[in-house]
């Protein structure tokens, strides 16, 4: 009885480690997926720089999918701050606070000039040249208060930040339909002057990689005229030293922006608009030419 008694207990005891074992390793089997998990993120993180090293190419890539996400994140998180104010032009100042940062992390420095040509009073017009979207990093750190851009209406579907493009008042228009586009900057116009606010364009249109400025559409120079408030040119010097889409070259640099002195618009009808637009773009690639070979100069001699 007695030895019947032990050999049940070591068959319950064996029994019983049988159904714990199987748990035990159920339970490594589910681990085991998200430490591999984490293994590979922490051996990508440790791969990336050395890619980066190692390929040209890869780097760009890198580091162009990483400033887009990177200000979709951000856009993410100033959203509510954005949504207290609703529809309004002091966000901006909320966006550029958050974003001025971006240029550390690229290593990326600004040299800027003429700074006292933006201290004026009441509303303007901003024209700059469009070379990529690094331009985002010079406007972010000139940009005036209650300033906000023009921009392609399909900007607005852009997920998070067009949301906040939105929230901080930017106006959009549809390049397709120049009525419509043309509707709109009348009522940019009236919103100017009503509410003191300063509209910041891209007079070509779209972004140029080539450095050259393609030629400048009059949008702008119409709306300044019709509002009567002056023009302020800004010019950013060529990036080629440091990044170039055709290339895919995407390293650390420097970069000039260059703000003009006020070209002023009263007593200036539409008739004017033409010879305005190719004074102010012929006066925009002089700077570009000499800000940018003082650039190239500089990188020479320390090269």
Excluded at 207 to 235: C, T
Aim: contains cysteine.
């Amino acid at each position: 009885m007695a030895a019947a008694a032990a050999g049940g207990g070591r068959r319950e005891a064996r029994g019983s480690r049988r159904q714990v074992g199987p748990e035990s390793l159920g339970l490594g089997l589910r681990l085991r997926p998200k430490a591999m998990a984490v293994w590979l993120l922490l051996l990508l993180l440790l791969l990336i720089p050395v890619l980066c090293q190692l390929s040209a190419t890869f780097k760009y890539y890198f580091k162009m999918a990483f400033y887009y996400s990177w200000i979709m994140a951000l856009a993410l998180g100033v959203i509510p701050l954005c949504l207290v104010r609703g529809r309004n032009v002091e966000n901006m100042k909320i966006v550029r606070y958050v974003l001025q940062h971006i240029k550390y992390l690229y290593g990326i420095k600004l040299q800027v000039n003429g700074m006292e040509n933006l201290q004026v009073k009441g509303p303007f017009v901003v024209i700059s040249n469009h070379q990529s979207s690094l331009d985002l990093m010079g406007m972010m750190e000139i940009l005036p208060d209650r300033c906000v851009a023009i921009a392609k209406k399909e900007l607005m579907y852009a997920g998070t930040v067009g949301l906040v493009c939105w929230l901080t008042g930017i106006v959009f228009i549809n390049r397709q339909k120049k009525s419509d586009a043309k509707s709109v900057m009348s009522e940019a116009a009236q919103t100017m002057l009503k509410e003191d606010v300063r509209l910041w364009v891209f007079p070509e249109g779209t972004r140029n990689h080539d450095g050259k400025m393609l030629p400048f559409k009059r949008g702008a120079f119409h709306l300044a005229v019709q509002a009567q408030v002056p023009i302020i040119p800004v010019v950013f010097s060529s990036y080629n030293d440091f990044y170039n889409k055709k290339e895919k070259r995407f390293d650390s640099g420097t970069y000039t922006v260059q703000i003009l002195q006020r070209i002023e618009t009263k007593g200036l009808t539409a008739d004017d608009v033409p010879d305005l637009t190719e004074m102010a773009q012929k006066t925009m690639v002089i700077a570009w030419h000499e800000i940018s070979a003082a650039m190239l100069k500089g990188s020479e001699n320390q090269s």
